[in-house]
Protein backbone atom coordinates (compact mmCIF):
# COMPACT_ATOMS: atom_id res chain seq x y z
CA UNK A 1 0.00 0.00 0.00
CA UNK A 2 2.99 2.23 0.61
CA UNK A 3 4.69 1.42 -2.62
CA UNK A 4 1.48 2.51 -4.52
CA UNK A 5 0.96 5.44 -2.62
CA UNK A 6 4.29 7.03 -3.50
CA UNK A 7 3.31 5.61 -7.06
CA UNK A 8 0.55 7.85 -7.15
CA UNK A 9 2.38 11.23 -5.63
CA UNK A 10 5.13 10.86 -8.22
CA UNK A 11 2.65 10.42 -10.75
CA UNK A 12 0.36 13.54 -9.99
CA UNK A 13 3.96 15.88 -9.12
CA UNK A 14 5.00 14.61 -13.06
CA UNK A 15 1.68 15.96 -14.24
CA UNK A 16 1.51 18.88 -12.51
CA UNK A 17 5.07 19.97 -13.39
CA UNK A 18 4.33 19.30 -17.05
CA UNK A 19 0.97 21.85 -16.15
CA UNK A 20 3.25 24.07 -14.86
CA UNK A 21 5.71 24.00 -17.89
CA UNK A 22 2.98 24.42 -20.42
CA UNK A 23 1.47 27.07 -18.78
CA UNK A 24 5.35 29.07 -18.75
CA UNK A 25 5.50 27.69 -22.61
CA UNK A 26 2.55 29.43 -23.77
CA UNK A 27 3.26 32.50 -21.59
CA UNK A 28 6.15 33.12 -23.60
CA UNK A 29 4.16 33.75 -26.81
CA UNK A 30 2.48 36.81 -26.21
CA UNK A 31 -0.65 37.39 -28.28
CA UNK A 32 -2.16 40.17 -29.11
CA UNK A 33 -5.98 40.61 -28.87
CA UNK A 34 -7.53 40.46 -32.38
CA UNK A 35 -8.28 43.94 -32.86
CA UNK A 36 -4.82 44.93 -32.23
CA UNK A 37 -3.73 42.40 -35.12
CA UNK A 38 -6.32 43.50 -37.61
CA UNK A 39 -5.33 47.55 -36.67
CA UNK A 40 -3.56 47.97 -39.70
CA UNK A 41 -5.24 45.82 -41.85
CA UNK A 42 -7.38 48.31 -44.22
CA UNK A 43 -8.32 52.11 -44.50
CA UNK A 44 -5.77 53.58 -42.29
CA UNK A 45 -2.64 56.09 -43.22
CA UNK A 46 0.81 55.83 -42.21
CA UNK A 47 3.94 56.82 -43.43
CA UNK A 48 2.33 58.35 -46.80
CA UNK A 49 1.00 55.24 -47.53
CA UNK A 50 -3.22 53.97 -47.97
CA UNK A 51 -4.46 50.53 -46.98
CA UNK A 52 -7.40 50.03 -48.82
CA UNK A 53 -10.62 49.21 -47.34
CA UNK A 54 -13.09 46.98 -48.84
CA UNK A 55 -15.74 49.74 -50.21
CA UNK A 56 -13.09 52.26 -51.07
CA UNK A 57 -13.16 53.37 -54.81
CA UNK A 58 -9.91 55.42 -55.62
CA UNK A 59 -12.61 58.71 -56.19
CA UNK A 60 -13.38 58.21 -52.18
CA UNK A 61 -9.97 57.77 -51.18
CA UNK A 62 -8.42 60.62 -53.37
CA UNK A 63 -11.75 62.82 -52.07
CA UNK A 64 -11.10 61.95 -48.40
CA UNK A 65 -6.99 62.78 -48.72
CA UNK A 66 -8.23 66.14 -51.07
CA UNK A 67 -5.89 64.96 -54.35
CA UNK A 68 -7.20 64.97 -57.79
CA UNK A 69 -8.17 61.37 -58.77
CA UNK A 70 -6.26 61.34 -61.83
CA UNK A 71 -2.91 62.63 -59.45
CA UNK A 72 -3.21 59.58 -57.13
CA UNK A 73 -3.80 57.15 -60.03
CA UNK A 74 -0.45 58.34 -61.74
CA UNK A 75 1.50 58.18 -58.14
CA UNK A 76 0.40 54.58 -58.23
CA UNK A 77 0.47 53.58 -61.83
CA UNK A 78 -3.40 52.93 -62.03
CA UNK A 79 -5.03 53.08 -65.17
CA UNK A 80 -8.88 53.47 -65.66
CA UNK A 81 -11.13 51.88 -65.07
CA UNK A 82 -9.56 52.58 -61.90
CA UNK A 83 -10.17 49.05 -59.81
CA UNK A 84 -8.13 49.36 -56.56
CA UNK A 85 -8.05 45.83 -53.99
CA UNK A 86 -8.62 45.24 -50.54
CA UNK A 87 -5.20 45.47 -48.45
CA UNK A 88 -3.89 47.01 -51.27
CA UNK A 89 -1.49 50.26 -50.61
CA UNK A 90 -1.67 53.38 -52.56
CA UNK A 91 0.72 56.40 -52.21
CA UNK A 92 -0.62 59.30 -51.18
CA UNK A 93 2.60 61.07 -52.32
CA UNK A 94 5.13 60.75 -55.09
CA UNK A 95 7.72 59.99 -52.68
CA UNK A 96 5.91 57.63 -50.19
CA UNK A 97 7.27 54.23 -50.31
CA UNK A 98 4.96 50.82 -50.10
CA UNK A 99 5.30 47.22 -49.43
CA UNK A 100 4.25 46.26 -52.47
CA UNK A 101 3.67 48.00 -56.35
CA UNK A 102 0.41 49.73 -55.74
CA UNK A 103 -0.73 48.86 -58.86
CA UNK A 104 -1.03 45.00 -58.25
CA UNK A 105 -3.39 43.58 -56.26
CA UNK A 106 -2.49 41.39 -53.13
CA UNK A 107 -2.32 37.65 -53.57
CA UNK A 108 -6.37 37.10 -51.86
CA UNK A 109 -8.77 38.34 -52.32
CA UNK A 110 -8.88 39.01 -55.79
CA UNK A 111 -12.32 40.52 -55.32
CA UNK A 112 -12.14 44.43 -55.88
CA UNK A 113 -12.61 46.79 -53.35
CA UNK A 114 -16.09 47.91 -54.68
CA UNK A 115 -17.99 44.71 -56.42
CA UNK A 116 -20.63 45.30 -59.36
CA UNK A 117 -24.22 45.29 -58.76
CA UNK A 118 -24.32 42.44 -61.25
CA UNK A 119 -22.42 40.28 -62.83
CA UNK A 120 -23.91 41.07 -66.27
CA UNK A 121 -24.30 44.92 -65.81
CA UNK A 122 -23.07 46.75 -68.59
CA UNK A 123 -20.09 49.27 -68.41
CA UNK A 124 -20.99 52.50 -67.31
CA UNK A 125 -20.60 54.75 -70.45
CA UNK A 126 -18.13 57.16 -70.17
CA UNK A 127 -18.16 60.77 -68.46
CA UNK A 128 -19.59 63.61 -70.23
CA UNK A 129 -17.23 65.78 -71.61
CA UNK A 130 -18.45 68.90 -69.59
CA UNK A 131 -21.48 70.18 -66.98
CA UNK A 132 -24.42 70.31 -68.79
CA UNK A 133 -25.83 73.07 -70.58
CA UNK A 134 -28.94 75.40 -68.61
CA UNK A 135 -31.75 73.84 -68.76
CA UNK A 136 -35.23 75.03 -66.61
CA UNK A 137 -33.34 76.21 -63.35
CA UNK A 138 -29.46 75.40 -64.12
CA UNK A 139 -27.90 78.55 -63.94
CA UNK A 140 -25.22 79.56 -67.28
CA UNK A 141 -22.70 77.42 -66.35
CA UNK A 142 -24.84 74.26 -65.92
CA UNK A 143 -25.41 74.06 -61.93
CA UNK A 144 -28.35 73.40 -59.86
CA UNK A 145 -28.81 73.56 -56.16
CA UNK A 146 -28.96 70.34 -54.59
CA UNK A 147 -31.43 70.97 -51.92
CA UNK A 148 -33.66 74.45 -51.76
CA UNK A 149 -32.72 75.11 -47.99
CA UNK A 150 -31.16 78.11 -46.64
CA UNK A 151 -27.29 78.39 -46.15
CA UNK A 152 -26.49 77.35 -43.01
CA UNK A 153 -22.59 76.80 -43.01
CA UNK A 154 -21.09 79.03 -45.76
CA UNK A 155 -17.59 77.94 -47.37
CA UNK A 156 -14.58 78.19 -45.74
CA UNK A 157 -11.13 77.65 -47.37
CA UNK A 158 -9.25 77.47 -44.40
CA UNK A 159 -12.16 75.09 -42.70
CA UNK A 160 -10.45 71.93 -40.70
CA UNK A 161 -12.14 69.35 -41.98
CA UNK A 162 -15.00 69.28 -44.32
CA UNK A 163 -14.70 71.88 -47.03
CA UNK A 164 -18.04 72.93 -48.70
CA UNK A 165 -21.26 74.32 -47.63
CA UNK A 166 -24.04 73.50 -45.58
CA UNK A 167 -27.47 73.49 -46.55
CA UNK A 168 -30.92 73.38 -44.48
CA UNK A 169 -34.45 71.37 -45.27
CA UNK A 170 -36.53 69.21 -44.16
CA UNK A 171 -35.20 65.85 -43.10
CA UNK A 172 -36.26 63.45 -45.80
CA UNK A 173 -36.17 65.85 -48.42
CA UNK A 174 -35.33 65.33 -52.01
CA UNK A 175 -31.13 65.60 -52.94
CA UNK A 176 -30.83 66.36 -56.66
CA UNK A 177 -27.56 65.92 -58.40
CA UNK A 178 -26.47 70.02 -58.97
CA UNK A 179 -24.87 67.99 -63.31
CA UNK A 180 -24.81 64.97 -64.85
CA UNK A 181 -22.53 63.07 -64.29
CA UNK A 182 -21.29 59.37 -63.42
CA UNK A 183 -21.96 57.99 -59.43
CA UNK A 184 -18.35 57.12 -58.32
CA UNK A 185 -18.97 56.66 -54.96
CA UNK A 186 -22.19 55.44 -52.52
CA UNK A 187 -21.89 54.79 -49.20
CA UNK A 188 -20.95 55.99 -45.74
CA UNK A 189 -17.22 54.20 -45.57
CA UNK A 190 -16.04 58.05 -45.42
CA UNK A 191 -16.06 59.42 -41.59
CA UNK A 192 -17.94 62.80 -40.47
CA UNK A 193 -19.79 62.51 -44.26
CA UNK A 194 -22.86 59.96 -42.96
CA UNK A 195 -24.23 58.53 -46.35
CA UNK A 196 -22.49 60.19 -49.00
CA UNK A 197 -22.56 60.07 -52.88
CA UNK A 198 -19.59 61.54 -55.18
CA UNK A 199 -20.74 62.20 -58.93
CA UNK A 200 -17.78 63.03 -61.55
CA UNK A 201 -19.24 64.92 -63.71
CA UNK A 202 -16.27 64.96 -66.03
CA UNK A 203 -12.14 65.06 -65.43
CA UNK A 204 -12.46 68.40 -63.66
CA UNK A 205 -15.53 68.49 -61.48
CA UNK A 206 -17.08 66.69 -58.53
CA UNK A 207 -19.74 66.94 -56.05
CA UNK A 208 -20.47 65.51 -53.01
CA UNK A 209 -23.43 64.78 -50.71
CA UNK A 210 -23.49 64.23 -47.21
CA UNK A 211 -25.51 63.67 -44.04
CA UNK A 212 -28.21 61.96 -46.36
CA UNK A 213 -30.97 59.36 -44.46
CA UNK A 214 -31.11 57.40 -47.39
CA UNK A 215 -28.76 56.37 -50.74
CA UNK A 216 -30.79 55.97 -53.65
CA UNK A 217 -28.08 55.95 -56.46
CA UNK A 218 -25.48 52.95 -56.75
CA UNK A 219 -22.20 53.20 -57.66
CA UNK A 220 -21.25 53.49 -61.65
CA UNK A 221 -25.08 54.82 -62.29
CA UNK A 222 -25.48 57.53 -64.81
CA UNK A 223 -27.64 60.36 -63.17
CA UNK A 224 -29.26 63.73 -65.12
CA UNK A 225 -29.15 67.09 -63.73
CA UNK A 226 -31.90 67.48 -61.04
CA UNK A 227 -32.19 63.55 -60.78
CA UNK A 228 -33.00 62.43 -57.06
CA UNK A 229 -30.02 61.16 -55.83
CA UNK A 230 -30.72 60.76 -52.13
CA UNK A 231 -32.83 61.90 -49.53
CA UNK A 232 -31.50 64.50 -46.58
CA UNK A 233 -30.88 63.02 -42.98
CA UNK A 234 -29.22 65.11 -39.89
CA UNK A 235 -26.36 66.19 -38.48
CA UNK A 236 -26.25 67.28 -34.84
CA UNK A 237 -29.82 66.77 -34.97
CA UNK A 238 -30.51 69.30 -37.62
CA UNK A 239 -31.77 68.29 -40.89
CA UNK A 240 -29.49 69.60 -43.88
CA UNK A 241 -27.23 68.52 -46.81
CA UNK A 242 -23.41 68.66 -46.55
CA UNK A 243 -22.48 69.93 -50.35
CA UNK A 244 -19.11 70.24 -51.93
CA UNK A 245 -17.49 71.50 -54.75
CA UNK A 246 -14.00 70.17 -56.04
CA UNK A 247 -12.27 71.20 -58.83
CA UNK A 248 -9.19 69.20 -59.69
CA UNK A 249 -9.27 67.22 -56.64
CA UNK A 250 -9.56 70.69 -54.16
CA UNK A 251 -12.87 72.09 -52.93
CA UNK A 252 -14.14 75.45 -53.70
CA UNK A 253 -17.28 77.49 -53.16
CA UNK A 254 -20.25 76.01 -54.54
CA UNK A 255 -22.04 79.30 -54.22
CA UNK A 256 -20.67 81.54 -56.87
CA UNK A 257 -21.46 78.74 -59.65
CA UNK A 258 -24.81 77.94 -57.88
CA UNK A 259 -27.83 80.43 -59.78
CA UNK A 260 -29.48 82.74 -57.27
CA UNK A 261 -32.44 81.73 -57.59
CA UNK A 262 -33.74 78.20 -56.28
Same mark, same amino acid.
Given at each position: MGNRASIRRAVSAVGLACVLLLLVGCAGDTYAPVSDRTARATGDTANGVYRVARGDTLYSIAFRHDVDHRTLARWNDIREPFTIYPGQELRLSPSASTSRTASSPPPAPREPATASRSPSAPPAPPPRPSAPASTGSSSTNGWVWPAPGDVLKRFSADADGKQGINIGGDEGAEIKAAAGGRVVYSGSGLVGYGNLVIIKHNDQYLTAYGYN????????? +?????????? +?? &??GGQ =? +??????? &??? &???? !?? =??? !?RSR
Amino acid at each position: MGNRASIRRAVSAVGLACVLLLLVGCAGDTYAPVSDRTARATGDTANGVYRVARGDTLYSIAFRHDVDHRTLARWNDIREPFTIYPGQELRLSPSASTSRTASSPPPAPREPATASRSPSAPPAPPPRPSAPASTGSSSTNGWVWPAPGDVLKRFSADADGKQGINIGGDEGAEIKAAAGGRVVYSGSGLVGYGNLVIIKHNDQYLTAYGYNRELLVDEGD +MVDQGETIAR +MG &RNGGQ =P +MLHFELR &RDG &RAVD !PV =PLL !PRSR
